[in-house]
């Protein structure tokens, strides 16, 4: 009888266990997104080599479509840096995963102005772009937060 009660134990377990772990992770993941999170979307890097200004082509961004952003990047003097090479990167962080595709810098467009397409938001709720510039004065990096 202890093999049939701990079977039985173990099929009745197993499954309310993976139930519970999943309304706890969804209940995590609806929480808001940090009161004092910082939306703007030009400041100075975080090491401060750059000052970085990101827009979108088209507003406002939403949910589902590909989009277009343009990226100025200027040294702490207000000079365009027209000579950088740019990583883009990013996600939900209270998810846990990534963007959904790959943006990338598809044209310098000068002025120290950087056309990025390729992103691209599948979900509403807190999104992270991070960008790493390496350009004429070092290399920093710089994340930008999103609400949709």
Do not use: C
């Amino acid at each position: 009888m202890p093999t049939f009660t701990s079977r039985r134990a173990l099929l009745l377990g197993v499954p309310a266990l993976v139930i519970v772990a999943g309304v706890a992770s969804a209940a995590w993941m609806m929480r808001p997104p940090p009161s004092d999170l910082d939306l703007s979307l030009q400041r100075a890097t975080d090491s401060g080599l750059y000052v970085a200004r990101l827009a979108p082509e088209t507003e406002p961004v939403s949910v589902g479509p590909m989009h277009s952003w343009t990226l100025t990047v200027e040294d702490r003097d207000g000079a365009p840096i027209e000579d950088a090479r740019i990583m883009i990167g990013g996600g939900m962080p209270q998810h846990g995963h990534g963007l959904p595709t790959a943006p990338a810098v598809t044209e310098a467009l000068g002025d120290g102005r950087f056309l990025i397409e390729g992103m691209k938001f599948n979900m509403p709720g807190w999104w992270e772009i991070d960008l790493s510039i390496d350009g004429p004065t070092g290399a920093d990096t710089i994340t930008f937060n999103l609400v949709l």
